[in-house]
C-alpha cells in the first residue's frame, strides 16, 4: 500500500500544486487522480516515483519511506505510462518493451523473452515486434507503453493520461486491455486522468481534486456516485451522474419477455398469439434480425430487410442497467434485446420495466435488482 501523508509540493515561487494531501492507495488495486487542470494530479504521481520531491510531508511504500530508497531503483521499481507512449523511435518495439529489464541487468535473451510475452498480453500481434514505433497506429503504441512499464513486473504501475490522446473507439479498447491485465496481474495503479467516466469505468477507488491541490472527495465510483462530498464534487461529476450509477446496478434481476420473440419462419398463430405491439424476429441460429408489428409480418414470407433495427442487444447479468436502458432507448420499439454470450436472443424487456428495476433498487438502498425487483413487463 502507498500511503501518503500531510505531503505538500510548494514552488519556490510560492505556488502550491498539492497541499496537505492524505491518502491511502490500496494495494493490488486502481486508484484514480480525477480533477480539473491545475489540480495536482500529475505532481502527485510523480511524487510517488520521485521524479518531483515533496516539499513537506511523507510518502510511504508499505511502510517504508521513499526518501530513504535510492532514487533509481524506486523508480526502477515502478512501471511509468504516459500520454502517447513516450517510446524510443530508434528502438524495435521489442527492444522498447525489454528497457527496464534490460536496465536491471537481464541477458538480452531473457529481456527479449519478456518482451515477446508481453506483446501477447497487451494484445499486439508477434509480427509488430521488429517493427518501429512510428510503424504503429497511436493505440498500437500505448500497448507498447503499457507492456515496457510491466515489463520488469512491478508491484506498482504508475500511469499519467496514457490514454487521452487516441480516439474514443481506440481508448474504450484500451481500457477494457487494462482492466483485463489488472484482472490477470493485479497490481498497484496509479492512474491519473481528468475524464471522470474514465474515471468511474476504471477505478476501485476514486480521488477528486480540486484546484490548489487540495483532496475533494475519496471514495469508490459508486460511493462517489451516489453521495458526492459537496457542491464541488456534485459539480465535476456533471448533470448525468445518475445515469453513470446505473452502471453499478446489475441487470440480473430483469425478467425477460419470450413471447414476443418469433423465428424468421413463424407460423400465423404464433404470429398472432402474443398480442405484443412489436415482434422479435430472429434468424435461424436465435439471433436478433429486427422488429416487426405483427399486421406487417407474413407467415413463412417475413422479409428481413423490412424489419425495425433492434439497437444494440445487452447480456443480463453481465452488463448493468445501464447498458440495458441505453438498450431500449436505442431501439426505436422503446425495448431492450437481451442476449446470452453467444449473441442468441434470450428475451426482450421494455423501458417501463427497466425503470421499474432501477426504482426497486433506489427503493432498497442497493444495486442488488435481483433480488429486490419482480419485474413486469
Known sequence: MIRMESVTKRYPDGTVAVDRLSLDIPDRAITVL?????????????????MVEPTEGTILLDGEDLQRLPVTTLRRSMGYVIQNAGLFQHRT????????????GWGKARSRERAAELMGRVGL???????????????????VGVARAL?????????????????????????????????????????????????????????????GGRLAQFASPADL???????????????DRGVRRLSFFPSAGLELVTDAVVPLDAPAARLAASGAPYLLVTDPDGRPLGWGEPRDLIAGAIVPEGLLPYGRPFVPGTDSLRAALDCAVLSPTGWAVAVDADGRVSGVVSQQAIGEAIRSAHAAGRGDVAEVAEVAP
Not at 125 to 143: E, K, N, T
Open 34 to 50: 480525477v480533477g480539473p487542470s491545475g489540480c495536482g494530479k500529475t505532481t502527485t504521481l510523480r511524487m510517488i516515483n520521485r
Open 93 to 104: 518495439i521489442l527492444d522498447n518493451i525489454a528497457t527496464v529489464p534490460r536496465l536491471l
Open 125 to 143: 500481434d508477434a509480427s509488430l515486434a521488429g517493427r518501429y514505433p512510428y510503424q504503429l497506429s497511436g493505440g498500437q503504441q500505448q500497448r
Open 151 to 211: 515489463a520488469a513486473d512491478p508491484p506498482v504501475l504508475l500511469m499519467d493520461e496514457p490514454f487521452s490522446a487516441v480516439d474514443p473507439v481506440v481508448r474504450k479498447g484500451l481500457q477494457d486491455e487494462l482492466l483485463r491485465i489488472q484482472d490477470e496481474l493485479g497490481k498497484t495503479i496509479v492512474f491519473v486522468t481528468h475524464d471522470i467516466d474514465e474515471a468511474v469505468k476504471l477505478g476501485t477507488m476514486v480521488a477528486v481534486m480540486r484546484t
Open 225 to 239: 456516485l451516489s453521495d458526492p462530498a459537496d457542491a464541488f464534487v456534485e459539480d465535476f461529476l456533471g448533470a
